[in-house]
């Protein structure tokens, strides 16, 4: 039987921060725009800020559709499962707000990435949440973690911030979204101290 929270501390915090895996969702205002669902997963890219408030590092690689509606709309909902222990599913449904380099909350907010942070990191997605519930997760099948793939890391390590941005501004869908909404500015913000 699901449960909701009031907050994501003690057992639900350490659920949050023992998963290797979690998934962010958002949509446009469009009914017929482009549902996003990411998995991400590399270590210490996600922390619990507080009781209400969740951020995560987004990074180079891919389009930029949760930026986009994030800036549209701010709907986000964030999921984990349990792959081992007891069956869980979590959901946390919020408001976010992605953070650009050259904000001058990125000089705090980066700060709590510690080794995670690197070259590629383009946006901190900062999420106050609004619902926090769980889910029995008893058709989630148990799979056993093995560990980090390194080549986000490795390949995007070997880029300096000029090479990044010239990268960024050759992909498509990092400018706008699939259905034409402002995403990441272009040309990429250097990064603020």
């Known amino acids: 039987m699901g449960k909701r929270y009031e ?10 921060e023992e998963q290797p ?7 446009p205002l469009a009914d017929d ?7 991400k997963g590399r270590a210490g890219t ?5 009781e209400l408030t969740l951020a995560y590092l987004d990074f180079g690689g891919s389009g930029a559709e949760t930026i986009a509606h994030l800036r549209e709309n701010g709907r986000i909902t964030l999921m984990w499962c349990a ?7 979590l959901r946390v449904h919020g408001r976010g707000e992605p953070i650009f380099r050259d904000d001058p909350r990125w000089a705090t907010y980066i700060t ?23 889910a029995c997760g008893f058709a989630v099948p148990f799979m056993d ?15 300096s911030d000029e090479e990044f941005a010239a990268y960024c501004e050759k992909k498509d869908h990092v ?3 699939l259905d034409g909404l402002p995403a990441l500015p272009l040309p990429l913000p250097a990064r603020t101290a």
């Open 46 to 50: 996600l922390v619990v800020l507080d």
């Open 21 to 27: 895996v979690f998934f962010t969702a958002t949509a």
């Open 112 to 134: 709590h990435f510690g080794e995670a942070d690197g070259p590629s990191a383009r946006a901190i997605i900062v999420i106050d949440a609004l619902r926090i519930a769980d």
């Open 175 to 177: 400018a706008v979204s």
């Open 33 to 39: 725009g482009h549902i996003n669902l990411s998995p």
């Open 83 to 89: 792959f081992t222990g007891p069956p869980k599913v």
């Open 7 to 16: 907050r994501m501390d003690g057992r639900i915090r350490t659920f949050i």
């Open 145 to 159: 973690y093995r560990e980090e793939r390194t080549q986000h890391a490795e390949h995007f390590g070997r880029k």
